[in-house]
C-alpha cells in the first residue's frame, strides 16, 4: 500500500515493518563471541514483535544463491557501519558536555537504555504511539531500565512534535543531540525541510546532528529497488520499498543545514566502511547508493532571519 498524509503503522506493518526489520539486523551484529556491536535489546524486541522476521532473520538458514548481498555477514557489516555512526553522535556530544538528546522516529532504538549516558542526561524518544507503547511496555516487562532519564513521546512527526518536546521538558536554550537516522526517505520533501529547520527553531549553539542523505531518491523506485526488496523478503519482510518513501526533489541535506548554522561534514558509504575496516560490497544493491552519505553537524550559529 502507498503512503499517504495520515496513514499510521505498528512494528508488522509499512514504515514500522522496516523498522523491525533494522533490529534484527542490529541482534544478528550483536551476535558472536567478537560482536560488531553491543545491543543486548534488540533481539528480544524483534522476538516480542514476532511473525516472519524472526523466523527467517534470526532463526532461518542464510539466504539462498543469488542473494550474496544480503548474506549475514553483510548485513551485520552494513549495520555496525550505521550503528556505529549514530552511536558516536551521541556519545561525542555527551563528553562535549551536552545532557540532552532526541531519537525522532526511535522505532526500536535501544540507545537510551544501552549507552553510558553521564549523569542528568535525558533521552527523549518520538514515533508513532503503536510503536512507543510496544518498546516501553515490552523493555519493561523485561526488567532493562533506561541508563538515562527517558522520555518517550508519541506523537506523529507530521503532527506538532517541537511542541510535545518543549511541553515534555526539553530545554531549547540548552544544547541538543539529535538523530535522525534512516528517517528522511520516508517524509516529503517539503517535511525534510521543516524537519530541519525545526530541529534548528529548538537547538542552540554546541547541539549536534547526525542523519542520511541519499541525493537520487531512483534508488527506490520500483526497478531499481526490486532486487533489494526480492532479498528482505526472504528474510521475512514483504513490504515493497518503492510503496514507502517519498520520491521527488530533494534539498541536500549538507547544503541546507550549512545554510540554517550547522557546521557540517559527510562521508560516502565507502568512506564509512573503510573507517570501520570493512569493504563496501560491489553489488548492485550497494550501486544504487553510491551517492548516499552520512552526515553530522555541529550547531555553530543561528542563520539570519
Known sequence: MSRSDNDSWDLTSSVGGTATVV????????????PLIND???EPLVRAVG??????????GDVPDGAAALDRQQLAEAMAVRTRFYDSLFTDAAGAGVRQAVVLASGLDTRAYRLPWPAGSVVYEIDQPAVIEFKTAT??????????????????????????????GLD?????????????????PA????????????????SYLATEYIPDASAFSEDRSRGVAEGFRRFGFDGELS???YQGRRSSVVEYLTACGWEVSAQSLEEAYAANGFELP????????????????????????
Not at 511473525?51 to 532461518?60: E, K, S, W, Y
Not at 531500565?145 to 518543549?166: F, G, H, M, S, Y
Open 243 to 245: 510503496q514507502l518513501v
Open 172 to 188: 531549547a536554550g540548552s544544547p541538543t543531540a539529535w538523530i535522525a537516522e534512516g528517517l528522511l526517505i520516508y517524509l516529503p
Open 191 to 206: 517535511a525534510q525541510d521543516q524537519l530541519f529547520d525545526d530541529i534548528t527553531r529548538l537547538s542552540a549553539p554546541g
Open 40 to 42: 543486548p535489546y534488540a
Open 282 to 305: 560491489g553489488d548492485d544493491m550497494f550501486a544504487a547508493f553510491s551517492d548516499a552519505r552520512i552526515v553530522s553537524a555541529v550547531l555553530t550559529g543561528k542563520p539570519l532571519p
Open 51 to 60: 511473525g516472519d522476521v524472526v523466523r527467517t532473520m534470526l532463526d532461518g
Open 139 to 168: 523493555l519493561a516487562g523485561l526488567g532493562v531500565e533506561p541508563a538515562a532519564t527517558q522520555c518517550a513521546i508519541a506523537v506523529d512527526l507530521r503532527d506538532d512534535w517541537p511542541k510535545a518536546l518543549v511541553d515534555n
Open 23 to 34: 533490529a534484527a539486523q542490529r541482534a544478528i551484529a550483536s551476535r558472536g563471541q567478537d
